[in-house]
């Protein structure tokens, strides 16, 4: 009896958790065969949080990379793997549902994007907010804990920053002496865009639209490649998408550069795609991929160009890229069914 009770109250306070957490258990559907990629987990930076903070229960609830199942209005939507330390994903999952290629007005970007507030206090909502409730959800925390903002390291800024980009990371900032005594700031776009892994447009559900728009799903991207190529290389995907007559399993990702908007959030040398489409019966019917630099010192003839290819040289040219000596696997089994492995079988 005791120890029933005890597996109780275990069990009870795992199905407390947020929806960030140690694995994508709470999101696995979005998965081919409900398995996560392999081998891209051993990249991420550690956190560099200067001072711990006092609100930090579990240094644990710390840990990099942080599996993010992408919750809007208590509804989970998609996965993503983010790196704590680079402030960028490593990579974004789902499924895509939308069957028709055309611009979606209601996908017209919001100035301001959502933060994932349980990457600052795990007990906080594991619903995506603006940074304005987010700080009053830090304050009531705080103030509910005994947890003194005395200490910068406690204050609201401050969690948020180190725990993750922000949209000023995004923004330049520009000093301008109009007298001697005088100095105006201006903030300006910066010569990147905040560029999704998981768009917008590839989804129907309205909610679905706003859950993309978080900065824990997009990463540094050049306005001419997010807006240009890489644009119709994701409405090619619905294409796709529409003639497997199943589901498509996408993965899209990066692979972090050395340099860094404000000297916090990676700008990626490359963003890479992956998908896997099934029939109805769950059998995958087609796969492949594609890698586009994010550099035109590195894009061939220095143009941007997305370059699309078949799923296997895909992991061999980003395990090249990523220096990974461990196993890589995007999807499991490589998206096929192999005979006698019944792993890979899809009945």
Not at 138 to 146: A, D, P, R
Not at 248 to 273: C, E, Q
Request: hydrophobic share 30%.
């Amino acid at each position: 009896m005791f120890l029933s009770l005890c597996w109780l109250l275990v069990a009870i306070a795992y199905e407390a958790e947020g929806l960030v957490a140690e694995d994508f258990t709470k999101c696995s559907e979005v998965f081919y065969k409900q398995k996560m990629p392999v081998g891209l987990e051993v990249i991420a930076k550690p956190h560099d949080f200067k001072e711990i903070p006092d609100g930090i229960k579990k240094i644990s609830d710390l840990a990099s990379p942080a599996y993010i199942c992408q919750t809007h209005g208590s509804k989970s939507y998609y996965a993503s793997l983010y790196d704590r330390g680079r402030r960028i994903p490593l990579y974004s999952a789902y499924i895509l549902d939308r069957k028709e290629a055309k611009e979606q007005a209601e996908c017209k970007r919001p100035g301001s994007f959502q933060l994932e507030p349980q990457l600052i206090y795990r007990e906080l909502t594991e619903n995506m907010q603006l940074i304005n409730p987010t700080k009053q959800k830090i304050k009531e925390y705080n103030k509910n804990n005994g947890i003194s903002e005395k200490y910068p390291k406690n204050q609201q800024n401050s969690l948020i920053k180190a725990s993750q980009a922000i949209d000023d990371d995004y923004i330049e900032t520009r000093s301008t002496t109009k007298a001697p005594t005088s100095t105006t700031t201006t903030k300006y776009k910066s010569n990147y865009s905040r560029g999704h892994l998981n768009p917008c447009g590839h989804h129907n559900d309205p909610q679905n639209y706003k859950s993309t728009f978080t900065l824990t799903n997009v990463v540094p991207m050049k306005p001419e490649l997010n807006n240009d190529v890489w644009s119709e290389y994701e409405i090619e995907m619905i294409k796709i998408s529409a003639d497997c007559g199943g589901k498509m399993y996408v993965v899209t990702g990066s692979v972090p550069g050395n340099n860094a908007l404000k000297d916090r959030v990676t700008i990626p040398n490359y963003v890479w795609n992956a998908y896997c489409c099934v029939d109805n019966l769950g059998k995958p019917v087609k796969s492949g991929g594609a890698i586009a630099a994010n550099d035109k010192e590195l894009a061939p003839n220095k143009k941007f160009k997305v370059e699309k290819m078949e799923l296997g040289a895909l992991q061999l040219k980003l395990k090249n890229l990523l220096k990974l000596s461990n196993n890589f696997e995007i999807f499991a089994c490589d998206c096929k069914e192999r005979k006698g492995n019944k792993r890979c079988n899809s009945i």
